[in-house]
């Protein structure tokens, strides 16, 4: 017993010897090392242009007489755009492909592969009857506090104008980017960009192009990028997860509701829709995470420091702590978020049929073709029918890769944009429009170039989005060296 006890021991003295070792190996966070030259920006006039475009009402809502509506307000903001910007409309070519906008600046090395920036137009809709709490009206564009107010300043209007403010300063000096760069900027992406960016990517496939690199909306620059650790990072985002929306159609005995069977649909509908919620998908750390935490642990205090530094001993309470939040947890796993349910026409009246839409955002590991397996196997009920639904679904995208030449360009001049910031890689949970292009370009990245805190991130499609003034210098600067510097 005394060998066992000492044996013991002498494994958890070695244990902790590991962890600690570990822990001081990974360098507190560096110094900042000089600053390039400031790029000067008059974050007021931005403002007052991003201002401008939040209240073009470029509303997506999937069909219907209202695209009408929404195809005015694209129109009047491609010609507010003309006005706005016009030295980078006499530099670049545009085309306009179902109300998307594609403009070419091309380059002096047509040997080059061309990079494409990306933004969309189009914006979600307010949820009727929210509308009174907003601080200020969603679509006034007031700058008011310190911020740009409405719907659509952070998503993705904030992109779209600090990337025509850059190309528009850059085209007025008479710059000529080396690399042709492109731009598309779709009109369609909150319902899936079918109309919009998919048509765009198709037409430039067929004309041959194939992109360097291809950046979108997506990562962000987060203050505080885990508990405790207070100084920001930013993530690009390397990937995003694939999108499948399933239907499941209850069948049962219909009739009178005073005279209730043991066969009634709402009631087998509403087990099926437990039974899925109830069968998770594997949660664990994969690459990208483990990159991130590496890239977070050398800003974090000690004991966060230690734990992110021994994820080969602490990986499942870090999981753990990660599934806790819904944020974070979304990038450990496939996620299952039951958002529709009909059944019924009056309430006397049992159904003979309900259904129920059920959302999936697909992890790298999981497929279309083994989620829908999944689900089929969780309901496991001949009465319940499970089909998959809309041209939307995708499976999760391939992973870019930070360290490539094309990852490193970009690590560059996000650090000389945002005072050294660190650079992590990370995955996206909502779809973007980059998705389109993944067969027609070398690496896909995702970032919006702004600095959020965590409660920020839910005024995105939800009430009192806001984009603070002082970012919008710094995102403008960022987009220019990003075009001055490619080569």
């Given at each position: 017993m005394y060998r066992i006890v000492i044996g013991i021991a002498a494994v958890v003295v070695v244990a902790a010897a590991i962890v600690i070792g570990h822990t001081l190996v990974i360098a507190a966070a560096p110094a900042r090392g000089a600053a390039p030259p400031p790029v000067t920006v008059d974050s007021a006039s931005v403002a007052r242009h991003l201002a401008q475009a939040v209240r073009f009402r470029t509303i997506?809502?999937?069909?219907?007489?209202?695209?009408?509506?929404?195809?005015?307000?694209?129109?009047?903001?491609r010609a507010w755009m003309e006005t706005t910007y016009p030295h980078f409309h006499k530099a670049a070519s545009r085309e306009i492909m179902d109300h998307t906008v594609v403009f070419t600046w091309k380059?002096?090395?047509?040997?080059?592969?061309?990079?494409?920036?990306?933004?969309?137009?189009?914006?979600?809709?307010?949820?009727?009857?929210t509308e009174k709490d907003w601080s200020h009206a969603p679509f006034s564009g007031d700058v008011a506090g310190g911020y740009v107010w409405g719907r659509g300043s952070i998503d993705d209007k904030g992109s779209l104008i600090?990337?025509?403010?850059?190309?528009d300063r850059l085209a007025a000096r008479g710059f000529e980017p080396t690399r042709t760069i492109m731009f598309a900027f779709g009109q369609d992406?909150?319902?899936?960009?079918?109309?919009?960016?998919?048509?765009?990517?198709?037409?430039l496939a067929a004309r041959g192009v194939?992109?360097?690199?291809?950046?979108?909306?997506?990562?962000?620059?987060?203050?505080?990028?885990?508990?405790?650790?207070?100084?920001?990072?930013?993530?690009?985002?390397?990937?995003?997860?694939?999108?499948?929306?399933?239907?499941?159609?209850?069948?049962?005995?219909?009739?009178?509701?005073?005279r209730p069977t043991n066969d009634m649909a709402i009631a087998r509908l509403a087990e099926a829709v437990l039974a899925v919620v109830h069968h998770p998908f594997v949660s664990s750390l994969d690459e990208v995470q483990r990159e991130k935490l590496a890239v977070i642990a050398p800003q974090a205090p000690f004991a966060t420091r230690l734990l992110l530094a021994n994820l080969w001993l602490t990986g499942p309470i870090v999981t753990?702590?990660?599934?806790?939040?819904?944020?974070?947890?979304a990038r450990l796993h496939t996620t299952i978020a039951p958002t529709l349910i009909f059944g019924g026409v009056k309430d006397n009246v049992l159904p003979p049929q309900a259904e129920a839409t059920i959302n999936f955002r697909l992890h790298p590991r999981d497929s279309i073709a083994g989620v829908i397996e999944h689900v089929r196997k969780a309901v496991d009920d001949p009465k319940v029918s499970v089909t998959a639904l809309g041209e939307t679904q995708s499976e999760a995208s391939?992973?870019?890769?930070?360290?490539?030449?094309?990852?490193?360009?970009?690590?560059?001049?996000?650090?000389?944009?945002?005072?050294?910031v660190p650079v992590a890689p990370d995955m996206t949970t909502g779809a973007t429009d980059s998705r389109?292009?993944?067969?027609?370009?070398?690496?896909?990245?995702?970032?919006?170039?702004?600095?959020?805190?965590?409660?920020?991130?839910?005024?995105?499609?939800?009430?009192?989005?806001?984009l603070a003034v002082g970012d919008l210098a710094p995102a403008v600067a960022f987009y220019m060296r990003l075009m001055e510097n490619t080569k």
């Open positions: 997506s809502y999937g069909g219907g007489a209202q695209e009408a509506e929404k195809f005015a307000a694209l129109e009047a903001m380059g002096r090395d047509a040997s080059l592969k061309p990079a494409l920036l990306m933004a969309h137009m189009d914006v979600v809709p307010v949820v009727p009857g600090m990337i025509l403010e850059a190309a992406e909150e319902v899936g960009g079918s109309k919009g960016n998919a048509v765009v990517a198709a037409a194939h992109f360097a690199w291809v950046l979108d909306e997506g990562g962000a620059i987060l203050n505080e990028p885990f508990p405790g650790v207070e100084r920001p990072v930013a993530f690009v985002a390397v990937g995003e997860k694939g999108y499948l929306s399933l239907k499941l159609v209850a069948h049962g005995q219909g009739g009178h509701s005073s753990s702590y990660m599934e806790d939040n819904p944020d974070s947890a391939k992973i870019a890769d930070l360290h490539s030449a094309a990852g490193q360009f970009l690590v560059a001049q996000i650090r000389a944009s945002f005072g050294g389109h292009y993944l067969p027609i370009a070398d690496e896909v990245f995702r970032l919006d170039p702004f600095r959020f805190d965590v409660d920020d991130l839910s005024r995105v499609h939800g009430t009192n989005e806001r």
